[in-house]
């Protein structure tokens, strides 16, 4: 446990660090600490749920043990893996020894690699363990996070059960690819992070971008909503419109209507059919 | 406190929500570490402890505000409405909306100065005035939203604040609209609690919820959906396109590897002194599945040929190999129309009419459309391929042809049929479902996301042709 007492505690140390959570964000951090429960964030691509880990981290003045899911990945890869290499090495150089004595002392902690989830268990200070897109992961591996996120515990065959020393606050990310399995659903506390409200992204805006001024910060996030409401191949997310804020701001454009043009379009939309498409629902001239 | 924790889960079941017994304590467990008389507190709280998926955030908002709506106002201020209630009461029987009129003004007035504390007050005292909320009567709580709504005249005054909106360009334009909208929006959620707090406070939350509960995104029925509910079951067939793209694929089982990989081990095998410890295995063959869709796009199909071209339409942006035909009483490709970078709006208006999928007179004919598949297009279906059906096999009464759909079984992988009526009404009057299904691997009654889920879920490929030949032998 740390030692934000409120969540309006959690809302302000994040805020300092340039991360605006909402009350609901910062409530469900609040309970995920004091209930000792991993966090499933939720949402589409870009609105800071990698981001939220890297903030709990460094506001609570933790380590981040990250571990990127991808297909394919196993427990060698995820959890623990025996150094073959070293173990091949201490029976070569204790060559002619009884096999008992020598069976015990190659599967010791000293031939283990420890991998993320093993790491960020038997760490000495507590750590924030970020599981970072778990849907991309095949339903069966799934089955690996469970004995970690319940009970904090990895059971290694050879070796015992390892349990933390320290609880470390564990943040899952999904874009929502796949459904979850309710077994690790059920584990988890659930946020949903969605785009922000026009307030909210103003705010973003301005304390990422400080040198917009408040009435251009204000349209940006209008527009921004506008072109969140068509029906695009990949909406905006929150780090493409402060890149675009920034990119009106080099252009020296002081009123956004000026700098809104085809040619910025690209900096907040990935896809050249979104592109015209935007550019067609919300008439914006193609050229400056 | 556990009381109503433990009425309001009832609630969520009963709407459909899945909450487990373990997902109920975490709950009251939860409750413990916040202030009790903080509502958004309370409302994270269950949310992140209930609730474990999006789409079903607002069924779990709807039950919220029953069950822990907004506080009542201060005696004080429940009094004075009430006062004024009988005063403009007797008022507004001669002048009809005149006070209307004025409390919508200082509304819009509240609504635009952003000040949420008269806002409150305001659409207390409308519902007070205007709503005719009479305690006992069971009456639904939409109808007295929708009451006071009319009454207040808020479509006229958004008609007239998008007539004021002086803005020289189309961008502009646009956001103010906007910008009125979420105003709007805004009166309505108040409104509405306001409304909900006042039925909880006469009948209590159990029978208010009752009255309002709406199915849930996964139960809609797909036959007969509304726009707006097309809409939003839109988002939930991504993930779902992709799963049974997953599916299709059919990996081999995680862990599982391919062929001993000699040469590769054995040169590892050279930094251990000789000693083969490291074996090397192959990659797996990655199967490369098609999937061939047939669409029953008829007139009485409208709806659910919407969600199937859907659900393709996110399936050919996943897979390269989706073949996609569409039928009325003839039948026509129509992949061309769908896949990666296209538009689903254009692909449904190319369909229509570009596609040449009308033979006679435009009423399903399932066994001249299948008979065109044969002729045409059967060398498209390999060993590989898994071809989906979607109709609901109402052929009126023209020959069903079921001998063409089992060549086609005969060469495809696997045949899967999804049926969006109700089963109990298969093989009634025209439908002539019954003479397609021994050739089919698997034939479903899809009339919900949900049993769509299921579907997705149950389906395992036969692994081999040979496999299936016995399989349907059986059948």
């Given at each position: 446990m740390t030692e934000w007492a409120t969540p309006g505690e959690i809302s302000d140390s994040f805020k300092a660090l340039g991360y605006l959570a909402d009350e609901h964000i910062s409530q469900v951090v609040y309970l995920a600490d004091k209930l000792q429960k991993p966090i499933l964030a939720e949402g589409?691509?870009?609105?800071g749920k990698t981001e939220l880990a890297v903030t709990i981290a460094k506001a609570a003045d933790r380590r981040l043990v990250r571990l990127q899911c991808y297909e394919g990945l196993d427990e060698a890869k995820a959890l623990y893996e025996w150094n073959y290499h070293k173990q091949l090495l201490r029976l070569q150089a204790d060559e002619g020894k009884a096999w008992d004595d020598l069976e015990g002392d190659i599967f010791g902690e000293d031939f283990l690699l420890t991998r993320p989830l093993l790491e960020a268990i038997t760490s000495e200070d507590p750590v924030v363990l970020l599981i970072d897109e778990v849907d991309r992961i095949e339903i069966e591996t799934e089955a690996l996070l469970l004995e970690v996120l319940d009970s904090f515990q990895v059971t290694i065959p050879e070796l015992g059960t390892v349990t933390a020393t320290s609880r470390p606050l564990v943040v899952l990310t999904s874009n929502n690819t796949r459904e979850l399995s309710e077994a690790l659903k059920r584990r988890c506390l659930f946020l949903h992070i969605s785009y922000p409200s026009v307030e909210r992204e103003r705010e973003i805006l301005l304390a990422r971008?400080?040198?917009?001024s408040e009435s251009m910060a204000e349209r940006i996030a209008k527009v921004v909503r506008s072109v969140r409401d068509l029906k695009l191949r990949k909406a905006p997310s929150v780090s493409e419109s402060i890149d675009w804020a920034r990119t009106l701001l080099a252009l020296g454009a002081d009123d956004v209507a000026a700098g809104v043009t085809q040619d910025t379009l690209g900096v907040l939309l990935k896809y050249q059919e979104d592109i015209e498409r935007a550019a067609k629902e919300l008439q914006i001239p193609d050229e400056e | 406190m556990i009381g109503a924790l433990t009425s309001f889960v009832d609630e969520l079941r009963e709407v459909g929500v899945p909450v487990s017994m373990v997902e109920a304590i975490d709950a009251a467990a939860a409750i413990?570490?916040?202030?009790?008389?903080d509502r958004q507190a309370l409302r994270s709280a269950l949310a992140a402890t209930l609730i474990k998926q999006a789409r079903h955030i607002g069924a779990f908002d709807a039950a919220f505000e029953v069950f822990f709506g907004t506080a009542a106002p201060p005696e004080s201020d429940e009094n004075a409405i009430t006062r004024l209630e009988g005063a403009s009461g007797a008022a507004a029987g001669g002048s009809g909306g005149d006070g209307a009129a004025e409390l919508m003004e200082a509304i819009a007035a509240a609504l635009q100065a952003g000040d949420q504390e008269s806002l409150r007050s305001l659409v207390r005292q409308a519902v007070s005035q205007l709503s005719g909320l009479q305690p006992g009567r069971p009456v639904g709580g939409r109808y007295y939203f929708y009451r006071v709504m009319q009454r207040l005249g808020v479509d006229q005054m958004r008609q007239q604040l998008l007539a004021a909106i002086v803005e020289d360009d189309a961008l502009g334009q646009r956001i103010a609209e906007e910008d009125i909208t979420a105003l709007l929006e805004m009166l309505e959620d108040e409104v509405r609690s306001e409304v909900i707090r006042r039925l909880v406070a006469d009948r209590g939350a159990e029978a208010v919820a009752r009255t309002l509960r709406s199915p849930l995104l996964e139960d809609i029925d797909l036959m007969h959906a509304t726009r707006e509910e097309l809409a939003r079951i839109e988002h939930a067939v991504g993930p779902l396109a992709r799963k049974l793209a997953t599916r299709l694929a059919q990996r081999r089982r995680h862990g599982q590897k391919g062929r001993l990989d000699v040469r590769r081990t054995i040169r590892r095998s050279l930094q251990h002194g000789g000693v083969l410890l490291d074996p090397s295995f192959k990659p797996p063959r990655k199967s490369k599945p098609e999937l061939v869709l047939l669409c029953d796009v008829s007139g009485s199909m409208a709806t659910f040929a919407r969600f199937t071209l859907q659900l393709t339409f996110s399936l050919a942006a996943q897979f390269s190999n989706v073949k996609v035909f569409a039928f009325v009483d003839a039948l026509d490709d129509v992949t061309p129309f769908f896949g990666p970078g296209r538009d689903l709006g254009n692909a449904l208006n190319q369909l229509v009419s570009?596609?040449?999928?009308?033979?006679?007179?435009?009423?399903?004919?399932y066994g001249h459309a299948l008979e065109d598949f044969v002729t045409d297009h059967l060398d498209k279906v390999t060993a590989r391929s898994t071809v989906l059906i979607t109709g609901d096999?109402?052929?009126?009464?023209?020959?069903?042809?079921?001998a063409a759909l089992s060549q086609i079984a005969e060469k495809a992988r696997a045949l899967y049929w999804l049926n969006?009526?109700?089963?109990?009404?298969?093989?009634?009057?025209?439908?002539?479902?019954a003479r397609y299904v021994p050739y089919c691997d698997s034939v479903r009654e899809v009339r919900t996301i949900r049993q769509l889920e299921t579907f997705v879920e149950d389906l395992i490929l036969p692994s081999t042709p040979a496999q299936r030949a016995v399989a349907l032998a059986h059948a």
């Open positions: 589409p691509a870009g609105v971008v400080p040198e917009l | 413990e570490h916040i202030d009790l008389a570009e596609a040449r999928i009308v033979w006679q007179d435009g009423h399903s004919d096999a109402r052929s009126n009464y023209r020959d069903p042809n079921s969006p009526e109700a089963q109990r009404y298969w093989n009634t009057g025209d439908s002539v479902m």
